[in-house]
């Protein structure tokens, strides 16, 4: 769109002859928060590489700021990259301090931003001391301390516990209602909560792209069963995910809810039930059509999410 700030099209890149972007097309806009998600390996860090300048994609355009290429805009963005941003011989003060003076627009905030993520009482020891969600906390504040209008952040609530991932969408909400610009990564689906849009990775391109709750209407009936087991067979793509003390799976349009009931055993319930933004994360996974071309890097052998 014209007014987008980031827009990507036909974006590919392959590592020793092994496809990892098919073909991405994705747009971000001034005062909007998207969510790029997708299980892990699918690519979403190699294409966050490319918007950040630090991979070349092998075709495809990326244009930044209404014409500049990623290595011609750094000092317009602030990329948060997993396992790039911290030396682990310095401390969290000296990391930080370095991130304000390397960044064009670089500042103070950090000091703010690392009391407001609980780290204030460990600024001064190294970062090799820290734990994986410390650590996390170091890179997060250094993206945010820089004053651009785009943060490129990759999977920023990986090792938070609930109660920082809270904390950061508080502050991804009030930038973006100052009019900057994210796009973040993650295959958590409780970072739905707070994205404008949702972009699906899977094999190598996005299959999907949409405001949260249109995502949300578009998926298939949603079965719950409690006190049994069904019948994968008669679910979408023979496919049933546990979440807590119930069993969810999505139904074809041919699917009778009541014949579900006779295949479970026991005095089990079974109802339809409302999607959540989990059921969209397994949807787009392990079972829409996408997953089932099995190309590239998609492929269905993960883990369903069950939180």
Not at 19 to 34: K, M
Not at 237 to 242: D, V
Not at 298 to 303: P, Q
Request: glycine content about 10%; some cysteine; aromatic content about 6%.
């Amino acid at each position: 769109m014209s007014d987008a700030i980031v827009t990507a099209t036909g974006v590919e890149k392959r590592f020793d002859d092994q496809p990892v972007l098919t073909g991405i097309d994705l747009d971000v806009r001034p005062g909007e928060i998207v969510l790029l998600m997708g299980p892990n390996g699918v690519g979403k860090s190699v294409f966050m590489s490319c918007l950040a300048g630090s991979t070349a994609p092998d075709a495809g355009e990326i244009e930044l700021f209404d014409g500049l290429t990623p290595d011609r805009s750094s000092a317009q963005s602030s990329v948060m990259l997993q396992g790039t941003m911290t030396d682990p011989d310095l401390t969290g003060r000296e990391n930080l301090q370095f991130y304000e003076d390397l960044h064009p627009r670089g500042t103070d905030e950090w000091e703010a931003l690392a009391e407001r993520l609980e780290l204030g009482a460990d600024l001064d020891r190294l970062v090799r001391e820290y734990s994986g969600g410390m650590e996390r906390k170091v890179e997060i504040a250094s993206a945010l301390s820089a004053d651009v209008p785009l943060y490129l952040l990759d999977e920023p609530t990986a090792e938070l516990d609930l109660a920082m991932i809270q904390t950061l969408h508080d502050l991804l909400l009030a930038r973006r209602d100052e009019g900057k610009a994210f796009l973040v990564t993650s295959h958590t689906p409780l970072d739905a909560r707070i994205a404008d849009r949702i972009a699906f990775v899977q094999n190598g391109r996005v299959v999907a792209d949409g405001e949260p709750e249109t995502l949300l209407d578009d998926l298939p009936p949603v079965v719950r069963v409690r006190g049994g087991v069904p019948d994968e067979d008669r679910l979408l793509g023979e496919r049933a995910f546990r979440r807590g003390d119930e069993i969810r799976g999505f139904l074809p349009a041919e699917a009778d809810v009541d014949a579900i009931a006779a295949s479970v055993d026991g005095d089990a319930r079974v109802e339809l039930d409302p999607p959540s933004y989990t059921d969209l994360f397994n949807y787009h996974t392990y079972v829409g059509p996408e997953v089932a071309e099995g190309k590239g890097t998609g492929g269905r052998a993960r883990k369903p999410v069950t939180n």
